[in-house]
Antibody
Framework: QVQLVQSGVEVTKPGASVKVSCKASGYTLTSYHMHWVRQAPGQGLEWMGLISPSGIIIINAQKFQGRVTVTRDTSAGTVYMELSSLRPEDTAMYYC????????????WGQGTLVTVSS | QSALTQPRSVSGSPGQSVTISCTGTSSDVGGYNYVSWYQQHPGKGPKLMIFDVSKRPSGVPDRFSGSKSGNTASLTISGLQAEDEADYYCCSYAGSNTHYVFGTGTEVTVL
């Protein structure tokens, strides 16, 4: 069965970077788009970016202005999202989510990784 | 790109129907038939309930239905049940520049 398992809680300081991992199993990682979505406490969902099956990376530039990097280790079946120049308002739950083969919707989600940014 | 607009909350008694609206623009909801809906229970990740405006994934009860008119999409829950109490988010594809935009979220309360 399809599973997306994310890395654990992160507590970090303003100005630092954080790297969250998402290990996929039950399907071929390079056959699907993988997206990152975040949710600030008590707030809604926000799309961050994606990596395509061919490795093309697209980021929500309007919101994240070059602070987000998405990478993939196909041998490890893992996708990574790194967010730099962290601010307190980056405190959120970060989710990886697979884009369905039918496209343009998200059929499986990771359990989420809580990132707290505090001095 | 602004978030899609949803009502903050809706409520209904068991067995009743509730409808959640999701209003965007011609650049997102109105421009593509790629609206999806997600259910999120407290402390849990989102779950896909509707895709391509009105299609249900396998395993989602048929009391969940979706539709769209112009720039507004809607999710209807018929025969409301206690387990439907959750937050619901719409999402629309918004083209190759913006890609995806989510709604503001709606809390559904079963009275």
């Amino acid at each position: 069965q399809v599973q997306l398992v994310q890395s654990g809680v992160e507590v970090t300081k303003p100005g630092a970077s954080v790297k969250v991992s998402c290990k996929a199993s039950g399907y071929t990682l390079t056959s699907y788009h993988m997206h990152w979505v975040r949710q600030a406490p008590g707030q809604g969902l926000e799309w961050m970016g994606l990596i395509s099956p061919s490795g093309i990376i697209i980021i929500n530039a309007q919101k994240f202005q070059g602070r987000v990097t998405v990478t993939r280790d196909t041998s490890a079946g893992t996708v990574y999202m790194e967010l730099s120049s962290l601010r307190p308002e980056d405190t959120a739950m970060y989710y990886c989510t697979r884009e369905a083969i039918v496209l343009k919707n998200f059929d499986f989600w990771g359990q989420g990784t809580l990132v707290t940014v505090s001095s | 790109q602004s978030a899609l607009t949803q009502p903050r909350s809706v409520s209904g008694s068991p067995g009743q129907s509730v409808t959640i609206s999701c209003t965007g623009t011609s650049s997102d909801v109105g421009g593509y038939n790629y609206v999806s809906w997600y259910q999120q229970h407290p402390g849990k990740g989102p779950k896909l309930m509707i895709f391509d405006v009105s299609k249900r994934p396998s395993g989602v009860p048929d009391r969940f239905s979706g539709s769209k008119s112009g720039n507004t999409a809607s999710l209807t829950i018929s025969g409301l049940q206690a387990e439907d109490e959750a937050d619901y988010y719409c999402c629309s594809y918004a083209g190759s520049n913006t890609h995806y935009v989510f709604g503001t979220g709606t809390e559904v309360t079963v009275l």
